[in-house]
T-cell receptor, first 113, second 113 residues
Framework: AQSVTQLGSHVSVSEGALVLLRCNYS??????LFWYVQYPNQGLQLLLK????ATLVKGINGFEAEFKKSETSFHLTKPSAHMSDAAEYFC???????????WGLGTSLAVNP | NAGVTQTPKFQVLKTGQSMTLQCAQD?????MYWYRQDPGMGLRLIYY???????DKGEVPNGYNVSRLNKREFSLRLESAAPSQTSVYFC????????????FGPGTRLTVL
């Protein structure tokens, strides 16, 4: 069975500081990994995803994530936070032979001026 | 190209009332999903439809029914609403492969009094 753990339900950074949101997964088969973002009062949208190939994945708005199989991690980073990055971020894993995503509980990112 | 649309955006019900949440997608996707989002609990899958003509239970199906009306439309029905069903409901769609992105609607905020 697959599972996702997001470390830290709330993260606060200063504008211009590094953003690091942590995601660890559990999967008995090679996983496909996703990060989604939810801005206030909106639906979720895809930031980036890892399927196969290069383990460093670049997404929208300057975000990137690195798949580390040995650490079962897929942490999300951005070198310099912007006020507009304030949102809820969800990590998800897809694996096995069904079409469902397994979701983490989310991390709320606050960006302080 | 509207993507995924949901109606209504807001709804207030009294305990015991029924209602249907509507969802439609114009991306010719095979799979559609209904989630609920509650504070601190992330996204929980209620029902999904892997393809037209099929529906399956997700993590929290009790108290809900669904209908995949055609390839475009997937509705969620609450037969007898309960306060525990107060939540934000999201519909999503994807092409159905494990690596595919799920596209989300804007959500329906439901309050059951």
């Amino acid at each position: 069975a697959q599972s996702v753990t997001q470390l830290g339900s709330h993260v606060s950074v200063s504008e211009g500081a590094l953003v690091l949101l942590r995601c660890n997964y559990s999967s008995s088969v090679p996983p496909y990994l996703f990060w989604y973002v939810q801005y206030p009062n909106q639906g979720l949208q895809l930031l980036l995803k890892y399927t196969t190939g290069a383990t460093l994945v670049k997404g929208i708005n300057g975000f990137e994530a690195e798949f580390k199989k040995s650490e079962t991690s897929f942490h999300l980073t951005k070198p310099s936070a912007h006020m507009s990055d304030a949102a809820e971020y969800f990590c998800a894993v897809s694996a096995g032979n069904n079409r469902k995503l397994i979701w983490g509980l989310g991390t709320s990112l606050a960006v302080n001026p | 190209n509207a993507g995924v649309t949901q109606t209504p955006k807001f709804q207030v019900l009294k305990t015991g009332q029924s209602m249907t949440l509507q969802c439609a997608q114009d991306m010719n996707h095979n799979s559609m999903y209904w989630y609920r989002q509650d504070p601190g609990m992330g996204l929980r899958l209620i029902y999904y439809s892997a393809s037209e003509g099929t529906t399956d239970k997700g993590e929290v199906p009790n108290g809900y029914n669904v209908s995949r009306l055609n390839k475009r439309e997937f509705s969620l029905r609450l037969e007898s609403a309960a306060p525990s069903q107060t939540s934000v409901y999201f519909c999503a769609s994807s092409d159905g492969q494990l690596t595919d992105t799920q596209y989300f609607g804007p959500g329906t905020r439901l309050t059951v009094l």
